[in-house]
């Protein structure tokens, strides 16, 4: 196979191929868009040269890249192997994931080779405060911390970030609708106002809305309130690019949903460029309305998932470059290897650390830097590992006590580092990996024993996906106890109930309220819990 030949590559050999890519991307410089070199061809590598068949193999890091390359640089790079290597010879492009992680010995630093790069190009520059009127008008603006130079790309985001880019470059041709989705924390604001930052930058004609999914809706009811929907239309008419933040939040508001309906159809008829983020895929959002799951998928639908240790470290040394900051390399790994939900809670603990280094003055232990996690909830890992080999079997958790719930060790229960615990430590509720006892944990199970034993079923009945009426009473009343007496996050509460989305459990939570407020016997079964 090629990847085994590659591997007993001379050191002669990888630089003749390096050197011949090199002057591929000089030919393409002289014509063509650096930006969109960079953007596209920034992790492709000659790998071989087929003197028999005369070909030029070059591979990219994905299918979609290949797909970019294949429709913006197919014959410019044809061309360019005809010119700086030889007129005889042909291309062959194909995409292998090897190349995906940038640090292949065959690929170069493209943007060295280029005639300017993304931070030296001169373009047009315009103060966020004196945007489009109608960017003031809806009140709310790009921040200019979010660009695709600062977005550290990983396997998890490599295909968001690079739909992205191709959309900035061409908003409205490319990928229309373009739709994110992930967990908190993970980029999808910061994609989304890097494609908008990009476009106000280099076409500044072009007039950008973006809005938080909340101020929408807002802007929606005002505008139905005062008879003012027309007027709010007739100004959309003018925007070219509509960025819609957390659309799931959209879910329940049949009216809202409707008239966003008819201003998705609008936009996308007239090929103007939609983007919206959300929490889940479009098919996930089961109370919004089918046709607009339906139209959500009209484009391109793709996911950020939690970044890999590799991204992690990535992102940390960024940030820290970026702060100026000075921090151990294998410091930065404990960070990246304690912190694995999102690059918020990342950055959140890069910012502790710093702090404490700061106040103290001195350089930083590994001490230091679990007493700074701790901050945040994040336990010291050497004690976890300790745990793990001392904890005793899940089964073997006897009841507990009433004791548990003022702190003591009876009956508390040990969780392996494979559980996932979205609700802070014990059992199911805690971050991943955690092996610590939490009595407050105690307190919820016994509630919701308590629920599950008064409506005659199991707790996994509770965490099921039955919808039949009495199933789907108890399992609100649950969901309700633990937002309303457990103040757990609506994020940990679908990921306990079987992953449903936030909006459902919202609504679940919302509903029961209803009935306690409208229904004495609902009051009353609520006392007894």
């Known amino acids: 196979m090629l990847i085994d030949i590659i591997a007993d590559y001379s050191t002669e050999t990888k630089n003749h191929l390096k050197s011949v890519w090199t002057e591929i991307i000089k030919f393409l410089d002289a014509q063509h868009d650096s930006k969109k070199i960079l953007t596209f061809l920034s992790k492709c590598a000659v790998i071989s040269i087929d003197e028999q068949a005369q070909t030029v193999h070059l591979w990219v890091p994905n299918d979609f890249v290949l797909s970019q390359v294949n429709k913006f640089f197919k014959k410019p790079l044809a061309d360019a192997v005809h010119t700086s290597y030889n007129t005889d010879y042909s291309l062959n492009i194909v995409s292998h ?58 396997a998890n985001s490599e295909l968001a ?104 159809n609008d936009f996308y008829a007239k090929g103007k460029q939609i983007v919206i983020t959300s929490d889940e895929s479009p098919k996930a959002l089961t109370l919004l309305e089918p046709r607009l799951q339906s139209r959500f998928s009209l484009g391109l639908v793709v996911d950020i998932k939690r ?29 990246a290897e304690s912190v694995d939900t999102n690059i918020r809670e990342l950055e959140w603990a890069l910012n502790i650390v710093m702090t404490k280094k700061q106040l103290l003055k001195r350089d930083l232990t590994e001490q230091d830097i679990f007493d700074s ?35 003591g060790a009876v009956g508390t229960r040990w969780m392996t580092k494979s559980e996932k615990a979205p609700w802070g430590g014990g059992l199911g509720w805690g971050s991943q990996s955690q092996s610590i006892p939490n009595t407050s944990v105690s307190a919820y199970e ?3 024993e ?61 509903k029961f309220d209803s009935h306690i407020k409208e229904n004495p016997e609902t009051r009353e079964i609520m006392n007894g819990f």
């Open 307 to 335: 970044p890999d240790l590799e991204t992690r470290i990535a992102i940390l040394q960024s940030k820290a470059q970026k702060k100026d900051i000075q921090l151990e390399a294998t410091h930065i790994q404990m960070i």
């Open 97 to 154: 994931p090897e190349l995906q992680n940038g640090h292949h010995d065959l690929q170069i630093e493209v943007k060295k080779h280029l005639s300017w790069s993304l931070e030296t190009k001169q373009a047009p520059v315009m103060d966020t405060k004196t945007t489009t009127a109608l960017s003031n008008y809806f009140g709310i603006l790009f921040e200019k911390k979010y660009t695709f130079n600062n977005f550290v790309i990983g």
């Open 161 to 264: 970030a690079s739909a992205a880019q191709a959309i900035a470059e061409q908003p409205g041709e490319v990928y229309n609708p373009f739709f994110i989705y992930g967990d908190v924390g993970l980029g999808k604001t910061h994609l989304m106002q890097a494609i908008g930052n990009h476009i106000i930058q280099h076409d500044p004609d072009k007039v950008i809305v973006y809005l938080p999914c909340t101020k929408f809706i807002d802007r929606i009811i005002h505008a139905v309130r005062f008879n003012k929907l027309e007027n709010l239309k007739q100004k959309l008419e003018e925007v070219d690019v509509l960025m819609i933040d957390d659309i799931q939040f959209l879910a329940g508001k049949d009216k809202t949903q409707e008239i966003f309906h008819n201003i998705f």
């Open 446 to 448: 016994k509630k919701l």
């Open 373 to 407: 996690l701790d901050t945040l909830g994040i336990q010291d890992v050497r004690k976890v590992n300790i745990q793990e080999h001392t904890a005793p079997d899940i089964q073997s958790e006897r009841s507990p006590s009433p004791s548990d719930d003022a702190g």
């Open 450 to 510: 308590a629920i599950a034993n008064y409506y005659g079923l199991e707790i996994e009945q509770l965490k099921g996906n039955s919808r039949t009426k009495e199933l789907s009473f108890a399992r609100q009343c649950a969901m309700y106890i633990a937002k309303t007496q457990f103040n757990r996050s609506l994020q940990k509460i679908w990921n306990f109930f079987g992953g449903k989305n936030h909006s459902s459990v919202l609504y679940a939570i919302k």
